[in-house]
C-alpha cells in the first residue's frame, strides 16, 4: 500500500479495501476482520447511522454512561446514626422513664439522642459532599459520523454502530474497532497499567490476545496521545471494559474499618455487662422487699452512669478533625474512620504510574557508537555523537513542546526526546529552520519505522527513529565520530546485546538512523548509518524513597502491584526503595497464589483488574490490614475492596476516586504517611479518651451501685449523672482527642489488626481511677452529712460536685507513663486548660441559677462545702499519681504507657 519514498505532509495513510476479507465466525470483536465488523453492526463505514437508527438503538442499549456508585442519601444517613445498641439501651431507659412519668429524665435522654445523632449525621453529610464535589463528572462531546455528516455530539449519544473519529488529545467514549488509523497512539495506562502509549492499527489480532494486546480497539477511559482514526462503537456504557470493572468494584464489599468493628464490639460488651449488672441489682432489692418503682429508678440510673454517652459524640468528633487536618494536608476522606484505617495499615499495595513515578517519559541514556553511554540525568552535551544523534530523535518527531512543564503535546516518549534534545541546545524550531522538513512517513506499526526527509543545503537529509530490531536491520553503516564505517553481522549483534542491557535496566529503547541522498525518491528505510541508542523511562518521584523509609521504620510493607511489564517494575521498585536485590518478582496472580507464598514478592506485574481484587482478598485473609492506593480504572475493584483505598486526585480516574476511601489531592506519596502518622494519632487519642470516659462512668456505676447494695440513698440522681456524661465529660474528652501525639509515632510497629481498644493494662489503671473516686465521692458524702450536717439536698449536692471534679482532675491522670508529672502532653495541651475552665463554669453556675439548679437538684454551698468539694475532689489525681511514681521506682514493669495494650 505504500509507495517508495516518502509521502508529502502530512501522510495521512489511506483506507484500505476490505474487499475479500474471510468470514469472522464466531471471532471476538478484535479479531474480526474490517468488512464483518460493519456488517456486524449494520452500519455504513462512509454514512454512519441514521438518526433513526440511531433513536431505535438508544432505546434499546440506553445512554452511553456508567452509573456512579450509589450515595447514600441523607435518610440513610440518619439512620446509620442510630445502629448502635447503647443508642437502643439509651432509647429504652427514655421510655422506661416516660413510662414512670419521670418526663425530666425522659425528654434529657432524648436530647442525648439527637444530639449524639444530629453531630454524627451532618459531620458525615459534609465528608460525603466534599467527595461529590470533587468528583462531579464533566460532560464530552465527540465526533459521530451520522447520515452522511460529522457532527459533534455528546458522548452519551453514542449507540452500537455509530462511527466515530478521534484525534491525538481526545478521550475515547466507547469501545471501538479501527477501521482506518494513522500514526495512532493511545495512553491505555489507565486501563492496563501500561505506562507506554500502545500503537494502534486496523488489523485484527488473536482471538486470545489480552486487553494491553489488542491494538485493533480503543478503550472508554483511554487517551489518544498522537495521530487519528475512525472506528465503530462495538459497546457503550456498561457493556464497556471500563463498565465490567465498575461492576468489579461493586462486588467489592469490604467489611466496616478496624475501629468500627472495635467500637461495635466495646459497645455491645458494655450493653451486655450494664444489663446483667441492672438486673441483678433489681433482683436483688425487690427480692429484700424494696419498693419496684424505687428499683427500677435505680436501674435506670445505673445504666445511665455506665454509658459514656459522649463516646460516639467524641468519636466522630474527633475523626472529624481528623478528616479536616488531613484535607489541608491534601488528603481527603470520605469515611471519617479511613483516618484511623490507615493508621492501622499493615500493608501498602500501590500502584506504579502516576503514583511511584511521575506519569512521564524521560531520556535517561544515550548508547553512542563510541561505546560510551552518555548518562542523561547528568545533563547533555554536544559532543559530536550525542548532537548528531539527538538531532536526529528532534528531526524525525511529531511532537511539540510548550514553554513550560506540561504545555506540550503528542507521544510522552517523543517529547521526552525533544526536551533532551533542548537540554543539549537543539531547540526543535532552529533545528528546523538548519534543516526544513520536506516529507514525512508517518510511524508505521508493521515496520515499527518513522522516517522524515530534510532539505540540506544541495543534498537531503533523510532520518529515521524506530524500534532498534528494525533500525539495526536498515542500517548498513554506523556513525563513529567524523567518519562512518561499516556495520556488520558482529556489530548488529554487539548493539543487540546493549538493547537487551538497556531494557533489562527497564529503560525504554528506541534507535535513530540517517542517510544523506541526492533525491528524496529513494526508499527511506535503506542503506542507513545507524546513530545509537536512547533509553527513556518514567522516572520515580524524588520524594518516594523517604517515604518508603518512612513506612519500613513504621513497620509497614510496600508492594507495587501493577499491569506494567516485570523488567520495568523491578527497576521502578529497586529505585524507589521498596524492593531489594533478594525480592522476588511476580507476573500476574495465579489461581492458587505465586509459588512460594506471598511473603518475599515485592513486585506482581503484569497484574490484571480481577486479580488486584483476588491480591487484596488473598492478604485480608492473612490477617493484613491493606492499604491500596491507584490512579486508574484498572485499580478502582482493589480501592474497593481494601481496607482503605487511596486514589490520586490529580491523576485519578473518576472510576478510581469513586472506589477509594481517601483521595490524595497533590498525588503524594509522602502525603500517604502523613495519613499514617495521622491515623496513628487518632487511634491513641481514641484510646486515651475512652480510658478517661469509661474511667469515669464506671466510677459512676460504682457511686450508684454501692447506694443501692448498702440501702442508702442514692448520691447522685439520674439526671445529674446524664448532665455529667453528655456535658462535662465531653470537652475534657474532646480536648485528649485534639493532642498532637508523639514524636516516636511512627517509629513502633503497626498494631495487631485484633488489638482491642482497652488491654488489659487500661482496664486496670480504669478500674483503679474508678475506685479512688468513689471513695472521694462516698467520704465526701459522709463528712457533709455526719461532720458539716448538711440536709439531704445539700449532701447530693456535695456528692454530685465532688464526682464532677474529681473526674475533671482525672484527666492528669492520662499522661503517659514516664512522661514528666508537670510538662507532659496533657499539661502542654491548650484545648485541656479550656476545657477545664468551661466545665468549671458548667458545674458551679446551675448551683446558683435557681430554674437550672431545681432541674438538676442541685442547692448553692457556703465556703466549708465547697472547701470539701475541692479536697475531696483532688484526692484522687493526688493518690493516683503518687501511686504512679511509687510503682515506678520499685517496678519497672508498672511502667507500661497508658497506650500501650497488655
Known amino acids: 500500500m505504500h509507495e517508495p519514498g516518502l509521502a508529502k505532509e502530512p501522510g495521512l495513510a489511506e483506507p484500505e479495501d476490505t474487499a475479500g476479507w474471510p468470514a469472522a465466525g464466531t471471532k471476538p470483536i478484535h479479531a474480526l476482520p474490517l468488512a464483518e465488523v460493519s456488517k456486524a453492526f449494520g452500519t455504513s463505514l462512509h454514512a454512519g447511522l441514521t438518526d433513526a437508527e440511531a433513536r431505535q438503538r438508544r432505546a434499546k442499549a440506553g445512554a452511553n454512561v456508567i452509573a456512579p456508585k450509589k450515595r447514600a442519601g441523607k435518610l440513610s444517613l440518619l439512620l446509620h446514626q442510630f445502629a448502635s445498641p447503647v443508642v437502643y439501651l439509651l432509647a429504652a431507659a427514655g421510655g422506661l422513664s416516660l413510662s414512670f412519668g419521670d418526663w425530666r429524665e425522659a425528654v434529657a435522654v432524648i436530647a442525648v439522642l439527637a444530639v449524639n445523632t444530629g453531630l454524627g449525621f451532618f459531620t458525615e453529610l459534609r465528608a460525603v459532599r466534599s467527595v461529590e464535589g470533587l468528583r462531579a463528572l464533566g460532560t464530552r462531546s465527540t465526533r459521530v459520523r451520522r447520515d452522511g455528516h460529522t457532527r459533534v455530539l455528546p458522548a452519551e449519544d453514542l449507540v452500537p454502530g455509530d462511527i466515530v473519529l478521534v484525534e491525538g488529545g481526545d478521550a475515547v467514549p466507547a469501545d471501538i474497532r479501527l477501521v482506518e488509523a494513522s500514526n495512532l497512539g493511545a495512553d491505555e495506562s489507565t486501563l492496563t497499567g501500561e505506562s507506554v502509549p500502545v500503537d494502534k492499527s486496523v488489523d485484527p489480532v488473536a482471538a486470545q490476545a489480552r486487553l494491553a494486546e489488542r491494538s485493533s480497539m480503543l478503550f472508554r477511559g483511554t487517551l489518544v496521545v498522537r495521530g487519528s482514526g475512525m472506528g465503530v462503537v462495538v459497546a457503550t456504557g456498561p457493556?464497556?471494559?471500563?463498565?465490567?470493572?465498575?461492576?468489579?468494584?461493586?462486588?467489592?464489599?469490604?467489611?466496616?474499618?478496624?475501629?468500627?468493628?472495635?467500637?461495635?464490639?466495646?459497645?455491645?460488651q458494655m450493653v451486655c455487662v450494664v444489663l446483667t449488672v441492672a438486673v441483678i441489682l433489681a433482683g436483688l432489692g425487690i427480692a429484700t422487699g424494696k419498693d419496684l418503682r424505687l428499683m427500677t429508678e435505680a436501674s435506670i440510673a445505673l445504666a445511665v452512669a455506665a454509658i459514656p454517652e459522649g463516646l460516639p459524640i467524641v468519636a466522630t468528633l474527633a475523626l472529624a478533625r481528623g478528616m479536616w487536618r488531613m484535607a489541608r494536608k491534601n488528603a481527603l476522606i470520605e469515611h471519617l474512620s479511613a483516618v484511623e484505617t490507615l493508621g492501622a495499615t499493615t500493608l501498602i499495595l500501590t500502584d506504579k504510574t502516576g503514583t511511584l513515578t511521575e506519569n512521564r517519559m524521560t531520556v535517561r541514556q544515550l548508547s553512542l557508537p563510541s561505546g560510551q553511554d552518555d548518562q542523561a540525568a547528568r545533563g547533555l552535551h554536544a559532543a559530536s555523537e550525542a548532537e548528531r544523534l539527538l538531532r536526529a530523535a528532534v528531526l524525525c518527531n511529531d511532537a511539540s513542546l510548550g514553554s513550560g512543564a506540561g504545555e506540550?503535546?503528542?507521544?510522552?516518549?517523543?517529547?521526552?526526546?525533544?526536551?533532551?534534545?533542548?537540554?543539549?541546545g537543539l531547540d526543535r524550531a532552529t533545528v528546523l529552520r538548519d534543516r526544513p522538513m520536506i516529507r514525512k512517513r508517518a510511524f508505521d506499526a508493521a515496520t515499527r519505522l518513522m522516517a522524515t526527509g530534510h532539505a540540506l543545503g544541495s543534498h537531503?537529509?533523510?532520518?529515521?527513529?524506530?524500534?532498534?530490531?528494525?533500525?539495526?536491520?536498515?542500517?548498513?553503516?554506523?556513525?563513529?565520530?567524523?567518519?562512518?564505517?561499516?556495520?556488520d553481522d558482529g556489530g548488529r549483534d554487539l548493539w543487540r546485546r546493549r538493547v537487551e542491557e538497556l531494557g533489562a535496566g527497564g529503560l525504554r529503547v528506541i534507535a535513530c538512523a540517517e542517510r544523506t541522498v541526492d533525491a528524496m525518491d529513494v526508499h527511506p528505510f535503506e542503506e542507513l548509518t545507524f546513530l545509537g541508542l536512547v533509553g527513556l523511562e518514567d522516572p520515580a518521584r524524588e520524594d518516594v524513597p523517604e517515604a518508603m523509609a518512612a513506612c519500613r521504620d513504621a513497620g509497614i510493607r510496600a508492594v507495587m502491584v501493577t499491569g506494567d511489564h516485570a523488567v520495568t517494575a523491578r527497576s521502578i521498585a529497586l529505585a524507589v526503595g521498596l524492593a531489594g536485590p533478594r525480592d522476588r518478582v511476580v507476573e500476574g496472580v495465579p489461581g492458587a497464589g505465586p509459588p512460594g507464598g506471598l511473603e518475599d514478592v515485592a513486585v506482581f506485574a503484569r497484574v490484571s483488574p480481577a486479580e488486584k481484587l483476588a491480591l487484596v482478598r488473598a492478604f485480608q485473609e492473612r490477617g493484613e490490614v491493606v492499604a491500596m492506593t491507584g490512579d486508574g480504572v484498572n485499580d478502582a475493584p482493589a480501592l474497593r475492596q481494601a481496607d482503605i483505598g487511596v486514589a490520586m486526585g490529580r491523576r485519578g480516574t473518576d472510576v478510581a476516586r469513586e472506589a477509594a476511601a481517601m483521595i490524595l489531592l497533590d498525588d503524594a506519596f509522602p502525603t500517604i504517611v502523613g495519613a499514617i502518622r495521622e491515623g496513628r494519632i487518632i487511634f491513641d487519642n481514641i484510646r486515651r479518651f475512652v480510658a478517661y470516659l469509661l474511667a469515669c462512668n464506671l466510677s459512676e456505676v460504682m457511686v450508684v451501685g454501692l447506694a443501692v447494695v448498702s440501702t442508702l440513698p442514692l448520691p447522685i440522681l439520674p439526671l445529674q449523672i446524664l448532665y455529667l456524661n453528655v456535658v462535662t465529660d465531653v470537652f475534657p474528652a474532646f480536648a485528649l482527642a485534639l493532642g498532637e501525639g508523639r514524636a516516636d509515632v511512627l517509629r513502633r510497629p503497626p498494631r495487631d489488626p485484633k488489638e482491642p481498644i482497652l488491654g488489659r493494662t487500661q482496664w486496670t489503671r480504669i478500674g483503679l481511677h474508678a475506685v479512688a473516686i468513689t471513695a472521694a465521692t462516698f467520704a465526701a458524702g459522709a463528712i457533709a452529712r455526719f461532720q458539716l450536717a448538711l440536709d439531704p439536698a445539700s449532701v447530693v449536692t456535695v456528692t454530685?460536685?465532688?464526682?464532677?471534679?474529681?473526674?475533671?482532675w482525672q484527666v492528669f491522670n492520662m499522661r503517659a507513663s514516664g512522661s514528666q508529672?508537670?510538662?507532659?502532653?496533657?499539661?502542654?495541651?491548650?484545648?485541656?486548660?479550656?476545657?477545664?475552665?468551661?466545665?468549671?463554669?458548667?458545674?458551679?453556675?446551675?448551683?446558683?441559677?435557681?430554674?437550672?439548679?431545681?432541674?438538676?437538684?442541685?442547692?448553692?454551698?457556703?465556703?466549708?462545702?465547697?472547701?470539701?468539694?475541692l479536697s475531696a475532689s483532688l484526692a484522687p489525681v493526688v493518690v493516683v499519681q503518687l501511686g504512679t511514681a511509687v510503682a515506678g521506682a520499685t517496678d519497672a514493669s508498672l511502667r507500661s504507657p497508658l497506650l500501650e495494650v497488655r
Open 239 to 268: 457493556a464497556t471494559e471500563l463498565g465490567g470493572i465498575s461492576r468489579l468494584v461493586e462486588q467489592a464489599a469490604p467489611d466496616g474499618s478496624p475501629l468500627e468493628r472495635r467500637l461495635q464490639r466495646l459497645s455491645g
Open 408 to 424: 506540550g503535546s503528542g507521544d510522552p516518549m517523543e517529547q521526552a526526546l525533544l526536551q533532551a534534545g533542548r537540554s543539549a
Open 460 to 487: 537531503y537529509l533523510v532520518v529515521v527513529k524506530g524500534a532498534p530490531e528494525a533500525v539495526l536491520a536498515a542500517s548498513r553503516r554506523i556513525g563513529d565520530g567524523e567518519r562512518d564505517r561499516p556495520l
Open 800 to 808: 454530685f460536685l465532688t464526682l464532677a471534679f474529681a473526674q475533671l
Open 821 to 869: 508529672l508537670l510538662r507532659n502532653e496533657i499539661t502542654r495541651n491548650p484545648w485541656v486548660w479550656a476545657a477545664l475552665l468551661l466545665c468549671t463554669a458548667l458545674l458551679v453556675g446551675p448551683a446558683y441559677l435557681p430554674p437550672v439548679g431545681s432541674v438538676l437538684g442541685l442547692d448553692p454551698l457556703d465556703w466549708t462545702g465547697w472547701l470539701l468539694v
